[in-house]
């Protein structure tokens, strides 16, 4: 039973219910029927969907409503893409429609969805209720929940290298209440695998060390990385099995650490991977792997954004139900990752069993520095090392390595940071209860200023749009507190 409001004040609910979601604890019984002994090998795909929160509801930019890009688009058809809006809007929602055709059909459909709570607030704010009945049908009704399985992200796509870990930790939380408020607790118990914008994983240490500890504090227990965003401990070198589960461990420079199990998404970011199926082609050839010395199939996992570009809005529909229809009852399946580790659980495998990876670039700090002696120790031997390889950075990593999230973006970054700080002096700082309405208004401004739709595109009315919001969330922090 749903015992969250989705709105307070007008503002979807992003905080103050803590303790309550807390509570929420997941199943651990695999659901679905796949016979998992019978099996050479499966394969996941999931779909990132996303609209940014935009200061565009009207002339002026000091002024203009916070609306979605979505009904920017749906409201100014004649520019760029934009009359792509209402195929978007149906890409929002066909899950809904697929799933239950295929389930009536006898065949075992799955999906994992990852859409972020501004994309959920924009939607809601436009009237498209249609879109949330469709996804509340395989997420809630018995029948079809086991086929769907959601994934956790930062509420604003924030990207976890360049946002403040106060910030990102904030996101997390947000994303959680506004999930719960939609859904309900017992759907968001089964939120198990988290999905980060970007597939930015943070590589610094002390960064990367509070990013997975806030995972695993708010209850992730799988996190969606990308194959060369990390390494192994011993060499440095990438993962070799890439389709098993492996084990990420994050040390700081205290010398605490933590871990996290790691599903690797391979390739760069190509929708037509999704699109056209290629996990299950790729997964067909081939068979079982040893895991701690148990033959287990492997998983080819893929994720791709679930609505931009012609291949996902035109070809995915009709390769999705053909794979699926192909796939069902045979020995390559489709599966969603939680209910694979649940199967390997059953088989008594679990994460300590799992190969150990690292963020990357950290085999050449661990081979020199020595565990605990602390953040300033730390700096000075990450500046070193630049200065000793050019290859060498403490940025991250992401679906592309030829993008920084850092490098050439300080005309934006520069005003979220300050605004960040102001939130941190007179927010965090002061313990103000998450239930307090200023503290909800100011950290909705704060979490829709850190997208990383200001930060992709550089230049031009996406920076504008950006330091607007960080304008707006300022005003607030300074009139308001």
Not at 137 to 157: K, S, V
Not at 421 to 432: A, G, P, T, Y
Request: hydrophobic share 35%; net charge neutral; charged share 25%.
């Amino acid at each position: 039973m749903n015992t969250l409001p989705e709105y307070i004040d007008q503002l979807p609910n992003l905080c103050g219910a803590e303790s309550l979601l807390d509570t929420a604890r997941p199943p651990r019984t695999p659901e679905g029927g796949i016979d998992f002994a019978g099996i050479n090998s499966a394969f996941a795909i999931a779909l990132h969907m996303h609209q940014p929160l935009i200061p565009a509801g009207g002339p002026d930019l000091a002024t203009a409503e916070i609306i979605s890009n979505l009904k920017h688009m749906r409201d100014n058809p004649g520019i760029g893409d934009n009359h792509n809006a209402s195929v978007f809007h149906w890409c929002y929602k066909r899950m809904g429609e697929f799933i239950p055709q295929l389930i009536d059909e006898g065949k075992q459909p799955r999906v994992m969805l990852e859409y972020s709570g501004a994309l959920f607030h924009g939607l809601r704010h436009m009237g498209l209720h249609d879109v949330f009945d469709s996804l509340k049908r395989i997420t809630c009704d018995p029948r079809y929940r086991h086929t769907t399985e959601w994934l956790g992200m930062p509420w604003g796509h924030a990207v976890a290298p360049s946002t403040p870990v106060q910030d990102f930790r904030l996101h997390v939380r947000a994303w959680r209440h506004h999930f719960a408020a939609i859904f309900g607790l017992e759907a968001l118990s089964r939120v198990r695998g988290f999905s980060p914008a970007e597939m930015a994983l943070p590589n610094q240490p002390d960064i990367a060390y509070e990013y997975i500890k806030t995972l695993r504090d708010n209850g992730y227990e799988w996190l969606l990385v990308q194959e060369h965003t990390v390494e192994q401990p011993g060499n440095g070198q990438g993962p070799k099995k890439k389709h098993l589960p492996h084990r990420l461990i994050c040390r700081n420079s205290r010398g605490q650490e933590v871990s996290i199990i790691a599903i690797l998404k391979t390739q760069g970011s190509d929708t037509k991977l999704v699109a056209q199926m290629q996990p299950y082609y790729e997964a067909k050839g081939l068979s079982r792997w040893e895991l701690a010395g148990k033959p287990v199939p492997p998983l080819v996992t893929q994720i791709a954004d679930g609505e931009n570009g012609g291949v996902m809005m035109n070809e995915f529909p009709p390769k999705y139900l053909e794979a699926v229809r192909e796939c069902s009852g045979s020995r390559t399946p489709m599966m969603n990752v939680s209910e694979y580790l649940d199967h390997l659980a059953a088989l008594g495998l679990g994460e300590q069993d799992f190969p150990a990876l690292q963020p990357i670039h950290q085999k050449r700090i661990w081979e020199k520095f020595k565990a605990g002696d602390g953040e300033k120790k730390m700096a000075v031997l990450i500046e070193e090392l630049k200065k000793q390889d050019h290859r060498f950075h403490m940025e991250g990593g992401s679906w592309t390595n030829d993008i920084s999230w850092v490098r050439g973006y300080e005309n934006v970054l520069g005003p979220m940071e300050k605004s960040s700080s102001l939130f941190n002096e007179k927010v965090l700082k002061r313990n103000l209860p998450t239930s307090d309405p200023r503290y909800r208004n100011a950290l909705f401004h704060l979490l829709c200023s850190q997208t990383s739709c200001y930060r992709y595109w550089g230049q031009g009315i996406w920076t504008d749009y950006g330091r607007e919001l960080c304008r707006r969330t300022e005003a607030i922090l300074t009139h308001d507190f």
